[in-house]
């Protein structure tokens, strides 16, 4: 295969190349541990069940539980049988009633550090339904260079007009048609992975695969890979492994689950020791909006940069005060060829 250096651009101390962040439900339990701004708990697939009370609908169904168990292979034997559509149903609804009921805290959370992170060349995927991504990425938005973000489950914030081919959250309008943009799915067959099924799915996926094909750093966080989503795993590797700077390339894993688990799952992604695992972002964050920069200066050149660490106060206001010379920075550097300081 061919390979190639990252878009470095010695002259500049920039680097174009982008950094991928891959979100699973630990990272909304991070960004909420206790809860949202009301406590509404933030489930993992491990409960669930219990805690959007689906008991009820899938004992009416007939369909088999054990407390603790993933709640998409649940639901893979539910999809599966075509006379319990009326209950997928109503499953559906009852997740989007919870999730959709869900409000950010004030403060700001790891979701708005990692949205104000990053820069407008990098990406946010995520798997997660509830609104907290979607709702911090409103509120720091002024700043005008986010990440683009990317729902590979649907999302209750998200949007689409599907003949058009466009996506945002739902308040928004197509640009084509001008008619309000439609939910999109939520549940879908997983066991098939069935993710060319739905228009705005499989655009969402991919996004993704042109992402982490092109990517310099790729952070995967709270994402356990469950063997009911082996598909999804599978096309995050084959898009890693076709990537052509991956021998240059970093991946980071922020998990709370202890090493060698997080080894053994994430190990066919990881090139030689150009792996990290940890419990929380510590490279985006110790060099903000400048993480594939700096990394590339560091490792190509030889030539640390001072770090640029976020500071690790929750008031959003003042993070925002933080990083706006940061984004005057990146606006000259793109309009006038301005170097970035480092
Ligand atoms: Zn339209």
């Not at 708990?41 to 491990?46: D, E, G, N, R, S």
């Not at 603790?68 to 109503?90: C, H, I, M, T, W």
């Not at 003949?163 to 308040?171: I, T």
Request: proline share 6%; glycine share 4%; hydrophobic share 45%.
């Amino acid at each position: 295969m061919q390979r190639r250096l990252p878009r470095l651009r010695a002259d500049k101390n920039a680097c174009e190349s982008q950094h991928v962040v891959i979100l699973g439900a630990g990272a909304s339990r991070a960004a909420c541990p206790t809860g949202d701004a009301n406590g509404r708990l933030l489930p993992v697939m491990a409960d669930l069940v219990e805690l959007v009370a689906l008991e009820p609908l899938l004992r009416d169904a007939k369909i088999s539980y054990s407390q603790g168990q993933n709640f998409e292979a649940v639901y893979e034997r539910l999809a599966a049988d075509p006379s319990k559509a009326a209950v997928q149903r109503a499953i559906e609804t009852r997740l989007r009633e919870y999730f959709a009921a869900m409000v950010i805290p004030d403060r700001a959370t790891v979701y708005d550090r990692l949205l104000l992170s990053l820069r407008a060349k990098d990406y946010i995927a995520s798997f997660n339904w509830d609104p907290l991504l979607a709702q911090a990425f409103k509120r720091n938005r002024h700043l005008a260079e986010l990440p683009r973000l990317i729902f590979l489950h649907g999302n209750v914030d998200a949007g689409a007009c599907t003949e058009h081919r466009q996506k945002g959250f739902l308040e928004h309008s197509c640009p084509h048609c001008g008619r309000a943009l439609m939910p999109v799915p939520l549940l879908y067959p997983i066991g098939t992975k069935d993710y060319e099924g739905n228009a705005f799915i499989q655009n969402e996926w991919i996004e993704l695969r042109a992402a982490i094909e092109d990517a310099y750093i790729l952070t995967i966080f709270g994402y356990a890979a469950p063997r009911s989503d082996v598909a999804a795993k599978g096309i995050m590797l084959d898009a890693w492994k076709a990537n052509q700077t991956l021998e240059l390339a970093a991946i980071d894993i922020i998990d709370v689950k202890p090493e060698a688990e997080v080894e053994e799952t994430w190990r066919p992604f990881f090139v030689r020791t150009h792996y990290g695992i940890s419990s929380a972002p510590t490279w985006l964050f110790q060099h903000a909006r400048r993480s594939c920069d700096h990394f590339a200066i560091a490792t190509l050149q030889q030539r640390p940069c001072q770090d640029n660490p976020l500071p690790t106060t929750d008031d959003l206001a003042a993070l925002h005060a933080w990083v706006a010379p940061l984004v005057s920075q990146e606006v000259a550097l793109r309009d006038e060829g301005t170097p970035l300081p480092c």
